[in-house]
């Protein structure tokens, strides 16, 4: 059977929703501290709001003849209600002027097709389990094999088959369904997980903390909380059932805590400490427009990481030297539709011309991993990280990539952009994307489309192979760009998004400050400059050594760059150069973290705030 309403054209952005139910046994009112992870800084305090798992877990259970019919009056219920929540949003839309009733009118179809009504109480009598599991697994079937099709546009659209589905089922489970982005008071944010694609979603403005059970540092929620400048504690194991919506909490990001329900001292100390960072930032932005430049005279620069074009707009209030990681596929997570060559080029261009005369490094894909975008099928491999993503991806769907390096092309006129490409692991799949780019520059060449010829291209340096040959692959491109959360993943074999393996992820490991001095080396050997653009290269407690090791660009969160600036302009590089000297003799990364951080605290205050 095919779904009506998934055969029109007419599907646009995907709803998000919220679910709360009531917790067991835990004892609210009193104060209470939880340690975490300090994801981003910055003080919150607010009341929580509670995101619960999207997913519900679906129950399954046997039923007998008499109640056939019974389940079957509450599937139909469920339906009705779920009806009439679309059409209440579809009336908004018009009366709002919104662009979302295409998408509304597609999803009504799929509820109300008559086929859908009959397969649900056909397998109810064959079956004889409870509806929510026959209808959760007849969803399920037909995903399966819509993400089989050949037509992609019918891959595209198992994400809308989910969403409709999951609003059936809220009502047959009595859970309550609200949008992230709907949020309309200031909040905290609390949850198990929350997926970068939910994180890009919600309503920014009134997110003022987040706290959630796991994560770290380097997972991308993280990195989209520092773009969005939310104090953030991440990897709290259970703070989710320990909370309830409304409780009030204090978010301490700086520090790695969470507090709730405070006591009148508690606040009190909370909201001075919450001033005195304020302070302290608007301070460190008299830096902005002075140079990363150490007091003998080393030049390096200081650029900001991106998800979204409307970062671009905490570049000058952050004295940034221009974008030195535009995570592109956060476009590709937004909506349920792939961006078209169009939607990319606006966007690729909106931020150039925003930017205006400074450089733009713009990554090119790197989907897969965490990073799912529904309508590539999901990810449903044994290993994603270690799977089909960023340029492995792009590579196997070439459809795909080429659309993107026509929209970078086209863009390029209006900047000083250049490109990289993720995850490369060695020569054969970098000259295998040159040799797509080149394709793309000769279609456009006989198009008569102006695109600029000497635009640069790099690659970043995440694999291991690839800083182990970096030798060869830097008398390929033009330019570096370490990634570290990648890089010390892989090096370490830890997973960078896993709490309870977090004390391996060590930046300081002897075997990944090999390697980052090994791939800069090589590269300035053959004259090209690196960059770093993983999460290390904004934290202060690195900044002397990489610049001891000759790194020649910073790439980090806006937020982060006044403080590394800081730290730069106080230093000459031959005491950053003596550091490295140091450290490269140690055998431990402890050693090596308890010496540095000493340092950076005694000589920098870092870490004091
Ligand atoms: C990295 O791996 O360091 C990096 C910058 O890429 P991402 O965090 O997006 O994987
Ligand atoms: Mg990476």
Request: proline share 3%; with cysteine.
């Amino acid at each position: 059977m095919r779904l009506r309403g998934i055969s029109s054209k007419n599907i646009g952005m995907k709803q998000l929703s919220l679910t709360a139910f009531r917790q067991k046994t835990y004892s609210f009112g009193t104060m209470n501290e939880f340690s975490g992870i300090s994801a981003s800084p910055g003080i919150a305090i607010s009341q929580a709001f509670l995101y619960l798992d999207d997913t519900p877990t679906i129950p399954r259970y046997r039923i007998d003849d008499s109640q056939i019919a019974d389940e079957f009056e509450r599937f139909t219920v469920a339906v009705e209600k779920a009806l009439g929540e679309l059409q209440g949003l579809q009336n908004q839309e018009r009366t709002n002027g919104g662009n979302q009733h295409e998408l509304l009118d597609s999803h009504l179809l799929m509820l109300s097709d008559p086929e859908l009504t009959s397969s649900i109480e056909s397998r109810l009598r064959k079956n004889r389990l409870n509806v929510e599991w026959v209808l959760y697994r007849f969803i399920q079937e037909q995903t399966d094999k819509l993400l089989r099709a050949e037509d992609q546009y019918l891959r595209e659209r198992t994400a809308d088959i989910h969403d409709v589905a999951k609003r059936v089922l809220n009502h047959l489970m009595f859970r309550q369904k609200i949008s992230l982005s709907d949020l309309a008071r200031e909040v905290i944010l609390v949850a198990h997980e929350l997926m970068p694609s939910d994180a890009i979603a919600m309503n920014k403005r009134m997110v003022k903390g987040i706290a959630l059970d796991g994560g770290w540092k380097t997972s991308h929620t993280a990195i989209l909380a520092r773009a969005f400048e939310i104090p953030a504690v991440l990897g709290l194991s259970d703070i989710s059932r320990a909370i309830r919506t409304g409780e009030e909490i204090i978010v301490d990001g700086n520090r790695g805590r969470v507090i709730t329900e405070p006591d009148d001292r508690t606040k009190k100390r909370y909201l001075r400490v919450q001033r005195e960072w304020r302070k302290r930032e608007v301070e460190l932005m008299n830096l902005n427009e002075l140079p990363a430049e150490t007091q003998d005279g080393k030049l390096v620069y200081l650029t900001a990481n991106i998800e979204v074009p409307e970062e671009v707009d905490a570049l000058a209030s952050h004295g940034a030297d221009g974008v030195g990681l535009y995570r592109s596929e956060f476009l590709f997570l937004r909506g349920t539709r792939l961006p078209t060559e169009e939607a990319q080029y606006h966007a690729y261009s909106q931020v150039l011309r925003d930017v205006r005369d400074k450089p733009v490094t713009i990554r090119t894909l790197d989907l897969g991993g965490e990073k799912i975008a529904p309508m590539l099928g999901g990810s449903r491999e044994r290993n994603p990280i270690l799977g089909w993503r960023a340029i492995r991806l792009c590579l196997s769907r070439v459809d795909l990539f080429k659309v993107q390096l026509r929209a970078l092309l086209r863009a390029s006129v209006y900047g000083d952009l250049r490109i990289m490409f993720p995850m490369i692991s060695g020569i054969e799949e970098l000259n295998h994307a040159y040799e797509v780019l080149d394709e793309v520059r000769q279609e456009l060449r006989t198009e008569g489309v102006t695109f600029r010829e000497d635009m640069p291209v790099g690659i970043m340096i995440e694999v291991p192979s690839a800083a182990l040959t970096a030798d060869i692959l830097a008398r390929k491109v033009d330019f570096f760009s370490i990634g570290t959360n990648d890089l010390i993943q892989y090096t370490i074999a830890v997973d960078r998004g896993n709490e309870k393996i977090a004390y391996l992820y060590e930046p300081f490991h002897p075997g990944v400050l090999r390697l980052l001095k090994a791939v800069i080396e090589n590269a300035h050997e053959v004259g090209i400059p690196v960059g770093m653009c993983g999460e290390m290269a904004g934290d202060p407690v690195a900044t002397l050594i990489l610049l001891g090791l000759g790194l020649d660009e910073f790439s980090m969160s806006s937020v982060g760059i006044p403080e590394v600036k800081r730290i730069i302009r106080s230093v000459t590089i031959s005491e950053a150069e003596e550091l490295v000297g140091t450290v490269m003799e140690m055998r431990s990364y402890q050693e090596v973290d308890s010496f540095v951080a000493e340092l950076m605290r005694k000589r920098f205050e870092v870490g004091v705030y």
